[in-house]
């Protein structure tokens, strides 16, 4: 068996500025004002660290800084739920994942499932939203709410798996599907191959630089996909 652990966002859909928009009303709620700058886009950093960050450049005091970022996580995937027709209607699946998606599922040699930045309530709204989440073993996932610590996520993904399936997973026979540096980095400290999809602000010579095991434009060729899943990793 091989784990296959997919990114969301910007591997398999793009939710525009709602995110953005998200941080903005949680952060104006809890803190009580607005704020001046939001986080970057597209880089993968884990929800935990982004709301933290978030908190630092816009002067919150370094004393308040775990308190607020606590309240503000605690809210965030309620208040992205409150935006699912929003999701629906102005979310955009990216181009291949459906096949993509439903390929893997149909193998079954293959488990997929996520490793996310997004907490698990907010992966969830995201992938519900868009149509995706029944090809998708959500349960056994790893997510930001589980660990802020991305490649730690791997090995949660990696034990709940084997908790339902049996098993041993380890980098032999796990890969992440993901678009973004972080997605790289989770891979190669977490213990999982990488395949790289340069769908997202990331250049495909980024990341190869990077240390992605392969690299592919989009999810549109979905034969080639399976056959990186299933190559064996380099000795």
Do not use: C
Request: without cysteine.
């Amino acid at each position: 068996m091989i784990l296959v652990l997919w990114d969301i966002d910007r591997t398999l859909l793009y939710t525009g500025d709602i995110d953005r928009r998200v941080y903005k009303e949680t952060f104006t709620s809890v803190v009580g004002r607005p704020p001046t700058a939001l986080p970057a886009r597209g880089t993968g950093v884990t929800m935990p660290l982004a709301v933290r960050e978030l908190l630092r450049v816009n002067q919150v005091p370094e004393q308040q800084v775990e308190t607020l970022a606590s309240r503000i996580v605690a809210e965030l995937p309620e208040r992205l739920a409150g935006y699912q027709e929003l999701l629906a209607n102005d979310g955009t699946v990216m181009p291949g994942a459906v096949d993509a998606l439903a390929a893997v599922q149909q193998a079954e040699h293959l488990i997929p499932t996520v490793v996310t930045g997004n907490l698990r309530g907010s992966a969830e709204t995201k992938l519900a939203a868009l149509s995706l989440i029944g090809y998708l073993d959500t349960a056994i996932g790893g997510y930001a709410s589980d660990d802020p610590h991305r490649p730690a996520l791997v090995r949660i993904a990696q034990g709940r798996a084997t908790a339902k399936h049996g098993g041993r997973f380890t980098r032999d026979n796990t890969v992440i599907v993901g678009d973004s540096l972080e997605d790289v980095r989770t891979g190669l400290e977490g213990g999982a191959r990488v395949i790289a999809v340069a769908s997202g602000t990331t250049t495909e010579q980024q990341l190869r630089a990077a240390g992605a095991d392969h690299v592919l434009p989009d999810l549109t060729a979905t034969a080639v996909l399976l056959r990186l899943i299933d190559q064996a990793p380099a000795a």
